[in-house]
């Protein structure tokens, strides 16, 4: 397995602000990824964090808006820039051991609960 | 394009008694299945994976999961059922072409309570 933190926990912001969620991982990993979820529903993925290259974004998620940083292979980032209410939502940081291979399973952090006013 | 539907929002079950909670899939070529879950306030916890073999999968705290290919259906299952399994569960499922950079596809999650 794996042991993700995430900061902050949660967070409550201004709109027109920015909110960058640290994801810290026990081990070393080739592949991160960052999810959303609301409360109670399904996951959604953001955007895949390979150590050594550009993120790859979703349809529908852009690296203007989620900014992600990956400077090792046991951190990553993803700031939520310029956020509005429709960004508030629950921001999951996963990793993927097993050398990234298809068959190994992902672990979760915790996530990060954001709330923006 | 890979695909997952859980057909159920909730279900409700006696605690002792058995649970099902069930997944079907669409995916281009032979699957790689797995199941979550998620207990109030925390991060996603892996239950069990299927890859390749026996149809029947064993994972954590007494949960199996049964892969029927003819049905792409992957129901997850515990014979008896406790309170404490209360918790919302996650079926996803990957594409083994490389291509599909390893991506999770999960379904739209159903949430458990097993009463007392």
């Known amino acids: 397995s794996a042991v993700i933190s995430q900061k902050p926990s949660r967070d409550i912001c201004q709109r027109g602000t920015s909110l960058t969620i640290q994801c810290q991982v026990d081990?070393?990993?080739?592949?991160m990824f960052w999810y959303r979820q609301q409360p109670g529903q399904s996951l959604t993925l953001i955007a895949t964090?390979?150590?050594?290259?550009?993120?790859?974004?979703e349809s529908g998620f852009v690296i203007d808006k989620f900014p992600i940083s990956r400077p090792n292979l046991t951190f990553s980032t993803l700031t939520v820039s310029n956020m509005s209410p429709e960004d508030s939502s629950i921001y999951l940081c996963s990793v993927q051991k097993g050398g990234g291979t298809a068959t190994s399973e992902q672990f979760f952090g915790p996530g990060t609960r954001l709330t923006v006013l | 394009a890979q695909s997952v539907a859980q057909p159920e929002d909730q279900v409700n079950v006696a605690e002792g008694n058995p649970l099902t909670v069930k997944c079907t899939y669409s995916v281009s070529g032979n699957p790689y299945l797995f199941w979550y879950v998620q207990y109030p306030n925390r991060g996603l916890q892996f239950l069990l994976k299927?890859?390749?073999?026996?149809?029947l999968v064993k994972g954590s705290y007494g949960f199996e999961a049964e892969f029927n290919k003819s049905q792409t259906s992957f129901h997850l299952k515990k014979p008896s059922a406790l309170v404490s399994d209360s918790a919302l569960y996650f079926c996803?499922?990957?594409?083994?072409?490389?291509?599909?950079?390893?991506?999770?596809?999960f379904g739209g999650g159903t949430r458990v309570l097993v009463k007392p």
């Open positions: 996803a499922v990957r594409d083994p072409v490389k291509a599909a950079g390893n991506k999770l596809t």
């Open positions: 299927y890859i390749t073999g026996d149809n």
């Open positions: 964090a390979n150590q050594g290259s550009e993120a790859t974004y």
């Open positions: 081990s070393q990993v080739t592949m």
